[in-house]
């Protein structure tokens, strides 16, 4: 039945329609059109595209904030780079990751903070891998000779700048350990090896957890050199020298034998 309100091309159109196979409307389909390459390629770039440019900002030039936002994959494979926003003893700092550099705009489009408040949780803390600076003064502990003479130069040599760090591992304190680059004129100065030819650091002494990135052989030679030579705190009587592990070895023993006392 017809209803009578029914407009006669909305009956023509349902006259015409009818149930068609799926088999039917397959062998209707024109696949010429998906066989000329004009009209798939660009898709298939435009895709690709899309894809790759993913995959190199993730991997790139995604700013990372912390340790802790390292993927591990990155470990042993990449480096960071960024600016060093403070120096917190003679052998680590805080750098602001900045992917990419200049080329990313940072510096001239993109600010890197400088005020502490803008830079809480933002920084990754790292560790200059291969050596061991003298300890400063902290958790009530007296500070070595020559502490002070590591932090002031390490700040003065890297304190503001850009530097490159090949990472290795996330330590104990959640510090990147890194061997640490950075320029000075035109060369590409390794900050750790700089830091045992002047005297103001050892190799890393500890029998476990020790990164050198294949430098050891390097940064030994650099140590005998200076020591050799009486730079910095190879300078004092061979005697009375007390290396930052064996210093921090006598003050882990000291508090325990305090702490056993006083239970």
């Given at each position: 039945?017809?209803?009578?309100?029914?407009?006669?091309?909305?009956?023509?159109?349902?006259?015409?329609?009818?149930?068609?196979?799926?088999?039917?409307?397959?062998?209707?389909?024109?696949?010429?059109?998906?066989?000329?390459?004009?009209?798939?390629?660009?898709?298939?770039?435009?895709?690709?595209?899309?894809?790759?440019?993913?995959?190199?900002?993730?991997?790139?030039?995604?700013?990372?904030?912390?340790?802790?936002?390292?993927?591990?994959?990155?470990?042993?494979?990449?480096?960071?780079?960024?600016?060093?926003?403070?120096?917190?003893?003679?052998?680590?700092?805080?750098?602001?990751?900045?992917p990419g550099g200049r080329l990313a705009g940072w510096g001239w489009l993109r600010r890197v903070p400088v005020k502490k408040s803008e830079l809480r949780n933002r920084t990754i803390p790292i560790r200059i891998a291969g050596i061991d600076a003298p300890e400063g003064a902290h958790f009530g502990r007296p500070a070595q000779p020559f502490s002070m003479d590591a932090l002031a130069w390490l700040s003065s040599y890297i304190l503001g700048r850009q530097v490159r760090a090949k990472i290795y591992r996330r330590d104990q304190y959640d510090r990147i350990v890194a061997t640490v680059f950075v320029r000075r004129g035109l060369l590409r100065r390794d900050v750790g090896l700089e830091m045992l030819k002047r005297g103001l650091a050892t190799t890393y002494e500890a029998k476990s957890g020790a990164e050198f990135g294949g430098l050891e052989e390097k940064y030994k030679a650099a140590e005998s050199k200076a020591k050799a030579k009486k730079r910095g705190m190879w300078g004092g009587e061979?005697?009375?020298?007390?290396?930052?592990?064996?210093?921090?070895?006598?003050?882990?023993?000291?508090?325990?034998?305090?702490?056993?006392?006083?239970?």
């Open positions: 039945m017809v209803w009578p309100f029914t407009s006669a091309s909305r009956k023509d159109e349902e006259a015409q329609r009818e149930s068609v196979a799926w088999t039917d409307s397959l062998n209707g389909t024109d696949w010429q059109h998906y066989k000329d390459p004009r009209n798939w390629i660009p898709t298939l770039l435009v895709t690709t595209t899309v894809l790759a440019s993913l995959k190199i900002y993730r991997s790139y030039l995604r700013r990372i904030p912390g340790a802790v936002h390292i993927q591990p994959s990155f470990f042993r494979k990449r480096s960071i780079f960024g600016r060093v926003t403070s120096v917190g003893d003679g052998d680590n700092f805080h750098l602001y990751h900045t061979p005697q009375f020298f007390e290396s930052p592990r064996d210093y921090k070895t006598r003050m882990n023993l000291g508090e325990a034998q305090n702490n056993n006392g006083n239970s």
